[in-house]
Structures are given as structure tokens and as C-alpha cells.
């Protein structure tokens, strides 16, 4: 009954897969999980910086959060994604657990590593297909095997977890109403166009995620 209610809240949210993760790939060592969380942030960080961010596509979540931040401010997006998600995995330590935490701060600090990096370097293209296809896909790969081996990029994703439990919204509904207020707001600052650019290729890295993990 568990396992079929996490797969229908995947449906609207990727954080229901943590718990998942800890449950299939116990045997994995911690050093192979730092390895494999750190390509899928770095995959992540490639995602944003040389497909989404320039050409003005954002994901949901804080990382959303992060690159409407960046735009309308001086401050870095990796700046942004390490201030705004570091509080809420800690707000989640007691719940998710120690490993949880310390591999989700692993994860954000390679990101906001990554994304600074990679920061200079010009879009691989303007394409807006390409952009949608390339960028969503790779994003899906690296935030599924970030959660895969039990961590997380997203600070929303543990708020949600945590209200689920004292409110009676799901997780699912939580991080839907998170991801409408963002993706509304990045129609007023990046236009109508751009905003479902955004939503389709949030569309594509989250059935990227689900096959990934499946």
C-alpha cells in the first residue's frame, strides 16, 4: 500500500523517491554514493548553465527560485542554490536522517560548484527544441541519480515531506502549489513564451526521472 501510494505522488513530486532509494541500494558504500551523486549533480549544473539558464528555462523548485533570483539580482545561481537549499535539509535532518543530509549538502555544494564553474562558458545552442529535449533530459539524468543514491537538490522537496505530515495536503499537492506560484512568476519576468518552454522541459526531466529510477 506504501510503495503504491510513492508512486503516485511521483506523479507530481521526485522527493517521494528518497525514501525509495535508502530501500533498494543499502549495500551501496558511502564513497560510491558521493561518486555517483557528484556526476549527477555535475550533469545537473551542465543542465542549467550550457542548455537552461541562458536561455531564460527554469526547472521548479528552489532551483527555479535560484535562477529568478540570479536574473532579477547580482547574486550567482550557485550562490543562491546553496543559501536557499542548505536550512531546509537541515529543518529535514531529524526526519530524513544523518546520511540524507550529508549527501543532499554533497550534492548542492558540487551544484553551486558546477554551476559557478560553468557560469562564463556560452549556451551550447539556441534552439529552443534542443534546449527542451537536451536540457530536460539531462536534468532528469542527474536528479534521478542524485536521488537514486539518497540524496537531494531540492529544498522544497523536504519541506514538503515535512508538511505532509502535519497538514492534509499530500506531498505531491505541496510541491505543486510551490512549482504553479514559480512557474507563474517566470512569466512575468521572462515572458509567456518562455514559461512554457520552462514547464515542457520540466515535463521531459521528470519522465526522465521516473525511467531512470524505474
Known sequence: MYKRRVNYYFSYSRSTYISISYSRSTYISIYKRLFYIFCGASLVAISLQLFLVKNNVIDGGIVGVSIILSHISSIEIGLALLLLNTPFFFLGYSYLGKRFLILSLFAISVLSIGTHVLEPFPSITNNPFLVILLGGVILGLGVGIVIRYGG??????VLAILLSKRTPFSIGQIVMFFNLFIFSSSIYIFGFKEAIFS???????YKTIDLLIK
Do not use: M, N
Request: charged share 15%.
Open 152 to 157: 537531494s537538490l531540492d529544498g522544497t522537496e
Open 199 to 205: 514547464l515542457a522541459a520540466f515535463f521531459l526531466a
